[in-house]
């Protein structure tokens, strides 16, 4: 195991410089740092020289990824164009980000897993055709249309939780967030839970199970349903980033000043090394779920053997 871990991280590193160096080609190279700084106004030759010097703009491109990689290793991702460092902007919004995919994660493996259990044990029933029809209706639906009506019902309507997150963001007001953020992955997780199970439970191990005697709880967790959550691990594992990292609607719905709000206001400014340095860290995080994810492969399927 402790081998195989180690051949995967060195398998990641060609991984993270080929993406870190295509985000940063086109952050820099398709756009001018410099000319979105100043905005509508020309900026002065000289004033602007001096700031593609001091940025390491005026080097070339592989010159400037060299230098950006370097000063990563060291944990300095840059400064903002408005003078406070990424790394301070990172410290704000990621364990805010964290929180909010801790609860869309649970809230889609809890109820996803769930309802694809009963979906795949009663295929073809009144409950599986129901629980398909939710899982359709759910994944047809826009987050932001979603989010505004969760938004409205629950806070303005009711009154069961405030419209918006505070600043702190404490996980009792990010469970309605939460839930919109992982309201679309949960019917994924479901579908494929259900499609997984349905198709496991005609294997011959289950037939040999149930011709021993087993009792039918123990065919269902230990055989059936362990085995089947395998393509539901591998989702999981890739929507841990794309969560974090997606989260740009659901945050501006809520008000909530996470990684997805930080993206969208350097997009919208084209403020690079806030839009480079967060999606640097987002690819570390993509790179480290699925390692985990490999590695959970051999705790559901004892067939599975890292070596």
Request: proline share 5%.
């Amino acid at each position: 195991m402790g081998r195989y871990v180690i051949r995967r991280l060195l398998q990641m590193i060609p991984v993270f410089i080929g993406s870190t160096f295509l985000i940063f080609f086109m952050v820099y190279a398709l756009g001018d740092p410099v000319a979105a700084l100043f905005g509508d106004k020309a900026p002065d030759p000289a004033v602007a020289a001096r700031i593609r010097q001091e940025l390491y703009l005026d080097q070339p491109l592989w010159k400037q990824y060299l230098h950006y990689m370097g000063q990563v290793l060291t944990g300095d991702f840059g400064t903002a164009f408005t003078g406070q460092p990424v790394l301070e902007l990172m410290g704000d919004a990621f364990p805010v980000t964290l929180r909010l995919t801790i609860v869309a994660i649970l809230f889609e493996v809890v109820i996803g897993i769930a309802l694809g259990v009963v979906g795949g044990l009663r295929r073809g029933r009144a409950a599986d055709t129901s629980v398909l029809m939710v899982t359709l209706i759910v994944v047809s639906v826009p987050t932001f249309v979603s989010g505004y009506v969760l938004q409205y019902l629950f806070g303005v309507k009711w009154g069961a939780v405030s419209p918006s997150v505070s600043p702190e963001a404490t996980f009792a007001e990010l469970l309605l967030p939460g839930a919109v953020l992982g309201l679309v992955s949960l019917a994924y997780v479901t579908r494929l839970t259900r499609t997984s199970l349905a198709e496991n439970a005609r294997a011959d191990y289950i037939r040999t199970a149930v011709a021993k005697g087993l009792p039918r709880h123990r065919i269902v967790v230990r055989h059936l349903l362990r085995n089947s959550l395998i393509p539901v691990v591998t989702f999981i594992g890739a929507d841990i980033g794309a969560l974090m990292g997606g989260a740009i609607v659901t945050e501006r719905i809520f008000n909530i000043h996470g990684v997805g709000y930080q993206l969208y206001q350097g997009i919208l400014r084209q403020n690079s090394p806030t839009v480079v340095g967060f999606v640097t860290v987002l690819v570390i995080v993509f790179l480290l779920a699925n390692l985990i994810v490999d590695l959970l492969y051999a705790v559901l399927d004892p067939r599975i053997r890292h070596v």
